[in-house]
């Protein structure tokens, strides 16, 4: 079982800036893909971004332009850089590590990000 430690959450204003990291296990962090889903009651958890072993970013639509994710493997961590935060990026947010060809898929506890005035 790999454990997956979020940390960063918490109450923003709109406009505002958080950062989320995940701390992990050092054998994960160099081969897998790493990536941050959330969740809000009721629906169902969709991807935000990830980023791959070689560390190219992909994000969705709704985020892209305002988020980053990077990984720091000497630290075994991956942050999400939340910028201009807005009322619907409210939700729990979800760490997510997978191993190469999909084998298997960690997740971690999440992390409460609210966001409101």
């Known amino acids: 079982q790999v454990q997956l430690v979020e940390s960063g959450g918490g109450l923003v204003q709109p406009g505002g800036s958080l950062r989320l990291s995940c701390a992990g296990p050092r054998n994960i962090f160099s081969i897998y893909a790493m990536g941050w889903y959330r969740q809000t009651p009721g629906k169902q958890r969709e991807l935000v971004a990830r980023?791959?072993?070689?560390?190219?970013?992909t994000y969705s639509d709704s985020v892209k332009g305002r988020f980053t994710i990077s990984r720091d493997t000497a630290k075994n961590t991956v942050y999400l850089q939340m910028n201009t935060l807005k009322p619907e990026d409210t939700a729990v947010y979800y760490c997510?590590?997978?191993?190469?060809?999909?084998?298997?898929?960690?997740w971690g506890q999440g992390t409460q990000v609210t966001v409101s005035s």
């Open positions: 997510n590590a997978v191993a190469p060809l999909g084998t298997r898929a960690f």
């Open positions: 980023i791959t072993s070689g560390g190219s970013p």
